[in-house]
Each structure stands twice: as structure tokens, then as C-alpha cells.
């Protein structure tokens, strides 16, 4: 075992900041060449990072997932545009490789830049704190086809999503045979990432979709005040917390009963870009967005009363009927309403300019749910919600991606997916 010197100690801070880059090698395209990533001589500016700009890459699970929500997101799906499994492999280790560099803000490359040849590193994000930069894989349907012998690997969790209700779902911001969820407080880092993961793939992976997200919209955190999406609502009140590890070990993180061995302490991503018809929205009153979402829009609370954290009494009853309307948002997606199933919410809002057909912005919400099941968790869930669900009137699905996140990485010789490809 080396030992990789972009790797944490023991899973604690780095004391490393992004330096000046100075070295390159020349990055090996092309199907099956290695893409050699390494460590950058280190010289030069910037002030120390802190163990708060930093989390840890290594451990049980992939970071990302029970990570404390940070402010930006960029978020690619990839096409695989090899049949070799050799390929796979070295594309999943030099990702790896180089996931473990920008996360403590190394840029990627070494040695003598060669003035000859395009810089290894973009440099986008050279002088820039490493931001709390978090890279999360995860293995989508398709690449469980017969192009790689990995058929009988595929997890029955990773059925594909059935056609649900309140979708028009665009093919091209839809599927992919991998997905990389950069999350970052600076949306140059969480950009960074993502382009040079794609990059570092040429050859190997083409984009298929990518969704750039900001102002995260769900606490995973207690104690801190909980954002706001697009809607203007409080977003994440009674969402799954990463400090709780009963809910994640029953709700996220992939169990010992799972029929794929590979995938234990892993876990599932449902991502939906979901667009809001904001202008409809902001034409309704008050009473009408506060019944839609069952909450308080100022406070957060629930209808029923109390504040923001007490819990909803979907049982109370006002001269009008229920005090949480029986089609309210909450009522529909509550675990009380679902034999007890909840989720990890972890969305950010989008814009994406104007709708030029309308004239209308084309802005929303990009959903992201991490679970241990989606066949008894999100499309129960989203059927429920796609049908009866008040919030519908004001939003349409309209990108969709399902993908098995592969457990944690463990020390320098590790890399996503071993569990995986070994296992074959
Ligand atoms: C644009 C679309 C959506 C918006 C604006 C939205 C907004 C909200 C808001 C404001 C809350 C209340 C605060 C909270 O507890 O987090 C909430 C709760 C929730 N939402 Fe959504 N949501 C959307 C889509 C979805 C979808 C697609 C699902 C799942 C299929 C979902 C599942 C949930 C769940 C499970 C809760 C917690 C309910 C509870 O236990 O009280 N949401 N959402």
C-alpha cells in the first residue's frame, strides 16, 4: 500500500490549501490509456484550509450523502462509450484518484508542466478553498446490460422507475449509466469537479445531462435555520438528519438484507429535476400556497398549529374541515401517511433562463433523494404525490435518474466501484 499524500490523515482535516499550479502530465486519452493523475508541486499562496472547509473522502459510506447540505451543486450523468470492463475499471480508479485531490483542493497533475500540451488541471479552482467539495458516484441501470458482464450484479432495488404520474420527462435530461453529485459552498469548486472528472473520462464517458443547483433546500443538519426553495417555503423541517444514525441505518444506508453484497453501506439516488410553474404559483393567494404545502409560508409550521419543529396534527380540525388540508403536501408525503417510510431529501433550486415557448422561467426544483429502496420508498411516494397532491397544479417532472451509489472508499489503493467490479 502507498500512501496517497492527497488523502486525509486518518479521515481528519487537511492542512492543504489549492497552490499554484505548476505541473502537468500529459493526460493519456483515449479508450483504455491511463489518465495519470497525481500531486502537484506545492508552492505558493493561499491561506491554510481549516478542518471545516474539508470532508473526509474515505470512509463507510460515500460522502455526499448524510453530508451536512452545502450551498451549490453540479450534478452529471455520463454515458459509457466503451464495451471493455478494463475500461471501467481505469476510469473508476483515475476518478477516484482524482476525487481524492480536489477534495482536499489539490489540483490535479505532476511533475514538469509540459508547455506543449493542455494543462492537466482546467485551473478554474486554483487559489479557491476546497469548499466542503464533496464527489458522490453513483451506477445507473443501463450499466448493468450485457456490455460489461455485469447482469447479475444488477441490484433488483435498481429496477428502473416505472412511469409515474405529474412527469413529461425530457429523454435528454434523463438516465445515464453513471452519475457524479458535486456539492460545494463555492459553485467554481462543485463546477471544477465535475468538468474534470469529465474530462479525465474522454474517451471512456460522454455527458449526458448535467444540472448546475443553488440554495440547497433541505436541512440535514439540527440546529441550523432551514432554507427556503423557490416556492418561498421552508424546505427540510422534517427531513432525515446525517447525525441520525437510527433513521439513516433504516432509511438510507443499503443493509445486510440487500440481494447484491456489493452494495452494502451504499445507498439509492432518485434525482428529479422537477420545474416549478412559478408564475401560476405567484399568482395564488396566500391561503391557497399555505393549504398546497400544509405549512405556515413565514414561520414553517405546520397548519395544525405550534412551531416550525412541532409535529403536524393531521388529526386536527377546524369549522372548515381538516386544519392540513387532506390533498396538502406534508399530509401526502408524511411518514404517517406511508407505513412509516421516509427518505433523505438533498435538492437545490434551479433556473435555467426562460422558457421561450411562454415566456415563463424555467426554474425549480432539482429533487434529490437518497434511500435503501426506491421501489418501497420514492415511487410509492411520488405515485401518492403525482395523484392526489395539490402541489401538482404547480409543478411538472421534467428530468429523472435513478442510481446505486456503491458503499465508501476505504484507503489509497481503493476506488469507487471495487466492491463492484471485484465482486465479479
Ligand atoms: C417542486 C417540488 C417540491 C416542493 C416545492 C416541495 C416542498 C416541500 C416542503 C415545503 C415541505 C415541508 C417542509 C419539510 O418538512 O421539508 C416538504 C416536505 C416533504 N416533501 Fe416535498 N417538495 C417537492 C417535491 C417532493 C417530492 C417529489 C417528494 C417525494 C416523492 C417530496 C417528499 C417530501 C417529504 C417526504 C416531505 C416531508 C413530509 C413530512 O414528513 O412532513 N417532495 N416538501
Same mark, same amino acid.
Given at each position: 500500500m502507498t500512501s496517497d499524500p492527497a488523502e486525509p490523515?486518518?479521515?481528519? +482535516?487537511?492542512?492543504?490549501?489549492?497552490?499554484?499550479?505548476?505541473?502537468?502530465?500529459?493526460?493519456?486519452?483515449? @479508450?483504455?490509456?491511463?489518465?495519470? @493523475?497525481?500531486?502537484?508541486?506545492?508552492?505558493?499562496?493561499?491561506s491554510p484550509a481549516t478542518g471545516e472547509d474539508t470532508v473526509p473522502f474515505s470512509g463507510e459510506?460515500?460522502?455526499? $450523502?448524510?453530508? +451536512?447540505?452545502? =450551498?451549490?451543486?453540479?450534478? /452529471?450523468?455520463?454515458?459509457? %462509450? %466503451?464495451?471493455?470492463?478494463? =475500461?471501467?475499471?481505469?476510469?473508476? !480508479?483515475?476518478?477516484?484518484?482524482?476525487?481524492?485531490?480536489?477534495v482536499v483542493g489539490r489540483e490535479l497533475g505532476r511533475g514538469e508542466p509540459d508547455p506543449l500540451a493542455p494543462p492537466v488541471d482546467t485551473g478554474e479552482a486554483l487559489g479557491l478553498r476546497p469548499s466542503r467539495l464533496t464527489l458522490t458516484i453513483g451506477f445507473g441501470p443501463t450499466m448493468f446490460d450485457d456490455r460489461f458482464g455485469l447482469s447479475a450484479r444488477r441490484p433488483a432495488a435498481l429496477a428502473d422507475l416505472p412511469p409515474l404520474p405529474g412527469e413529461r420527462l425530457d429523454p435528454e435530461r434523463s438516465g445515464g449509466d453513471l452519475c457524479i453529485q458535486a456539492c460545494a459552498d463555492d459553485p467554481q469548486v462543485a463546477?471544477?469537479?465535475?468538468?474534470?472528472?469529465?474530462?479525465?473520462? !474522454?474517451?471512456? @464517458? @460522454?455527458?449526458?445531462?448535467?444540472?448546475?443547483?443553488?440554495?440547497?433546500?433541505?436541512? %440535514?443538519?439540527?440546529?441550523? /435555520?432551514? +432554507? !427556503?426553495?423557490?416556492?418561498?417555503?421552508? =424546505?427540510?423541517?422534517?427531513?432525515i438528519r446525517g447525525d441520525d444514525r437510527t433513521a439513516l441505518d433504516r432509511f438510507v444506508w443499503v443493509g445486510d438484507d440487500t440481494d447484491q453484497p456489493w452494495m452494502r453501506g451504499g445507498s439509492y439516488v432518485v434525482a428529479r429535476r422537477i420545474r416549478m410553474f412559478i408564475e401560476v404559483w405567484d399568482r395564488a393567494s396566500l391561503q391557497d400556497q399555505q393549504d398546497t404545502i400544509g405549512r405556515f409560508k413565514v414561520s414553517g409550521a405546520p397548519l395544525s398549529g405550534g412551531r416550525e419543529h412541532d409535529t403536524p396534527r393531521f388529526g386536527d380540525r377546524t369549522s372548515n374541515g381538516p386544519a392540513i388540508p387532506d390533498d396538502?403536501? $406534508? !399530509?401526502?408525503?408524511s411518514a404517517e401517511e406511508n407505513h412509516g417510510v421516509r427518505i433523505l431529501r438533498r435538492g437545490y433550486s434551479f433556473t435555467d433562463g426562460i422558457d421561450t415557448s411562454r415566456g415563463e422561467l424555467d426554474a425549480g426544483l432539482f429533487f434529490i433523494a437518497y434511500q435503501r429502496d426506491p421501489r418501497t420508498q420514492f415511487v410509492p411516494l411520488q405515485r401518492r404525490l403525482g395523484a392526489h397532491d395539490a402541489l401538482s397544479e404547480y409543478i411538472s417532472h421534467t428530468g429523472s435518474g435513478l442510481f446505486a451509489c456503491p458503499p465508501g472508499v476505504g484507503g489509497p489503493d481503493d476506488f469507487w466501484g471495487r466492491s463492484l467490479l471485484g465482486a465479479v
Open positions: 490523515a486518518s479521515g481528519g +482535516p487537511a492542512r492543504v490549501t489549492r497552490r499554484r499550479f505548476l505541473g502537468t502530465t500529459v493526460a493519456a486519452a483515449g @479508450v483504455g490509456a491511463a489518465v495519470a @493523475v497525481g500531486v502537484t508541486s506545492a508552492v505558493g499562496g493561499g459510506h460515500q460522502a455526499g $450523502i448524510a453530508t +451536512p447540505v452545502q =450551498d451549490r451543486l453540479a450534478f /452529471a450523468a455520463f454515458d459509457l %462509450t %466503451t464495451t471493455s470492463r478494463g =475500461d471501467l475499471e481505469r476510469l473508476l !480508479r483515475n476518478w477516484t484518484s482524482a476525487a481524492r485531490r480536489m463546477f471544477h469537479a465535475m468538468r474534470n472528472l469529465a474530462r479525465l473520462g !474522454r474517451g471512456t @464517458v @460522454v455527458l449526458r445531462w448535467s444540472q448546475l443547483g443553488f440554495g440547497r433546500t433541505s436541512t %440535514t443538519t439540527s440546529g441550523t /435555520a432551514t +432554507p !427556503r426553495n423557490l416556492m418561498g417555503f421552508k =424546505d427540510g423541517t422534517r427531513n396538502a403536501h $406534508i !399530509r401526502l408525503a
